[in-house]
């Protein structure tokens, strides 16, 4: 049985150790963005970045209904699954077309460049939202980082939208996550990372390796003080005479 540790006990949050970046939340197309399978691999180009996410970060819900079956009685012998359902909330604090995309469905948003700038067209409808794949990730404490993969999720309820004098335009949708193939509505992935360096940099930083001349035996020492000793005794002689 383990021993209770301090070094397990995390928050989530978007940076870890020594200024690295890992918080946040992206999506790309099923069909399109392949999900990853670990914590650590870099997300292809077929991923969109969601920019800042609002304070209250990401909430995970998994509401379970389960139905009792009690014996003549009334004691309670089996308890049976009704209904599961997985779900991610979180606000996006940033107006580009990748948040507008994930709230208003990526279909109902146009960006076109007038001069040298983007303009950005909403339609809100109430097409049906696609299938997307999303992607969680937070730093946590012992220089590790949690990666939460999404493969099948659809938006579903969407919070008022709040244009106010100081307060910031949030854009806050539920992402519902479906089974895929295998069953699974999300993968949870968590490793060690190292604090920014690279293959390289820990290569520099490792002591040269030595070839077997350079390697010291008890062998070669017992050799170099008798060579020592005979040397000494030739020099003492050459004196005397």
């Not at 392949?34 to 997300?43: C, E, G, I, K, S």
Request: a negative charge.
């Amino acid at each position: 049985m383990g021993k209770p540790n301090a070094q397990m006990v995390s928050v989530g949050k978007p940076h870890g150790d020594g200024g690295r970046y890992a918080g946040g939340a992206w999506y790309g197309k099923v069909g399109e963005a392949t999900p990853p399978t670990d914590a650590t691999t870099a997300l292809t180009d077929k991923f969109h970045d969601l920019g800042y996410l609002s304070e209250d970060g990401v909430t995970n819900t998994i509401d379970r209904d389960s139905e009792d079956i009690n014996a003549f009685g009334g004691d309670r012998v089996l308890s049976v699954t009704t209904s599961r359902a997985e779900s991610f909330q979180f606000g996006m604090l940033e107006t580009t077309p990748e948040t507008l995309a994930v709230t208003y469905g990526p279909d109902n948003v146009e960006t076109k460049t007038v001069g040298g700038k983007d303009q950005i067209t909403v339609k809100h409808n109430s097409a049906e939202p696609p299938e997307l794949v999303y992607v969680f990730e937070f730093a946590m404490t012992g220089n590790r980082v949690k990666r939460i993969v999404v493969p099948v999720g659809k938006t579903g309820d969407v919070d008022d939208v709040t244009y106010a004098d100081g307060e910031a335009i949030t854009y806050t949708p539920t992402i519902n996550a479906f089974p895929d193939m295998n069953g699974n509505t999300a993968y949870e992935y968590i490793a060690y990372v190292t604090g920014g360096e690279t293959a390289a940099d820990e290569a520099a930083n490792e002591p040269a390796a030595l070839s077997d001349a350079e390697v010291p035996t008890l062998a070669k020492a017992a050799t170099k003080a008798a060579t020592k000793r005979k040397t000494t005794t030739k020099t003492t002689a050459a004196k005397t005479a």
